[in-house]
């Protein structure tokens, strides 16, 4: 008789398989951050897929050093305003609130997303000194963005890393208040961990949604079903038994993502006829080497690399063409 052999199928690692809390991505863990103070991320809208002509930067790809086909992702990148500066200190029961500090005008649409304070508070920023950790409250303006269409801005929270505290602080309280472009986070050649909720897809079956083998045919009444719940003991169904039940609008992180590029101007890179249920790229957008989660409009959050370890800098790759040929299909 050969050897049985009978992997289980799929992660147990992502379980329980149920829909994003939040189509915003939420980000919970950050880096180190470097020598000078600088917010550790930045968020985006998804708009589609393309391929570039890019010398290989890798230096133990065997086709290092010459011209490559890449396929890279398009996200747009319209500035990001600061609502707030947040202080918090490290405890054994996790981060706690020292305090915050808002700013003192909002665009009108953030009042429909949250509650703004009405009245402005002291400025004290002595209680920031005691504090472990700075962060910001930012929002995005979609309103910017014509292949997207909500207007009321989403909020996250993003870390400043680098520095001592008060070079943090000092850092803060320069941006409050104002506009922060992807240039101001970002440069090419950075290394940059992307997180999205991914493609909804619904309530899906045993096989699709675990990659379970089909029934022998001489099986009765069904053949895309799971041959057996488990054991007789423990008289349950256990969590490890693959079932039916929601598949995709998970939130998933991809790790080391190189930026290929950085961009002013959106046309350079629209293919014909826009990008297929988006439409034109019309802000600053960045460049992704390979896939990422997400349908087209979908927020992207992008983080600095938190598991990058191979240490291979790459100050500007060298991209020789950018394809703008019709995505239609035609």
Not at 13 to 32: D, L, N, Y
């Amino acid at each position: 008789m050969p050897e049985r052999h009978h992997p289980r199928r799929g992660s147990m690692g992502f379980s329980p398989r149920k829909r994003a809390r939040a189509e915003t991505p939420h980000i919970k863990s950050w880096p180190e951050g470097g020598e000078k103070p600088k917010i550790q991320g930045f968020f985006g809208y998804k708009a589609g897929m393309t391929h570039a002509l890019v010398v290989d930067y890798r230096p133990t790809s065997t086709t290092s050093g010459k011209e490559v086909i890449m396929p890279v992702s398009v996200v747009e990148v319209p500035p990001i305003k600061v609502a707030a500066i947040r202080a918090y200190q490290k405890t054994v029961y996790g981060l706690k609130t020292v305090g915050e500090i808002w700013a003192d005008k909002f665009d009108p649409e953030l009042g429909k997303r949250i509650n703004l304070p009405k009245n402005k508070k002291d400025e004290n920023w002595d209680i920031f000194k005691d504090s472990d950790d700075i962060r910001v409250i930012v929002y995005t303006q979609p309103k910017l963005v014509t292949g997207i269409p909500k207007k009321i801005p989403e909020v996250r929270e993003l870390r400043i890393g680098g520095g001592t505290i008060d070079e943090q602080i000092d850092y803060a309280k320069s941006i409050l208040g104002n506009e922060i472009k992807v240039n101001d986070v970002i440069a090419e050649g950075d290394m940059l961990d992307v997180i999205a909720v991914t493609k909804g897809k619904g309530f899906q079956g045993h096989v699709k949604r675990w990659g379970v083998k089909l029934l022998s045919h001489k099986n009765s009444k069904h053949r895309r079903m799971i041959g057996t719940a488990g054991s007789w003991h423990p008289n349950w169904i256990q969590a490890t038994v693959p079932q039916a039940g929601q598949m995709g609008y998970h939130q998933r992180t991809e790790y080391n993502k190189r930026v290929i590029k950085i961009g002013e101007n959106g046309e350079e890179i629209t293919p014909a006829g826009g990008f297929p249920h988006y439409g034109i790229v019309r802000n600053s957008y960045i460049l992704l080497h390979g896939s990422i989660p997400g349908p087209a409009k979908r927020l992207i959050g992008m983080r600095d690399a938190i598991r990058y370890q191979k240490g291979v800098k790459v100050e500007k790759p060298e991209i020789t063409y950018i394809s703008t040929s019709s995505k239609q299909g035609v």
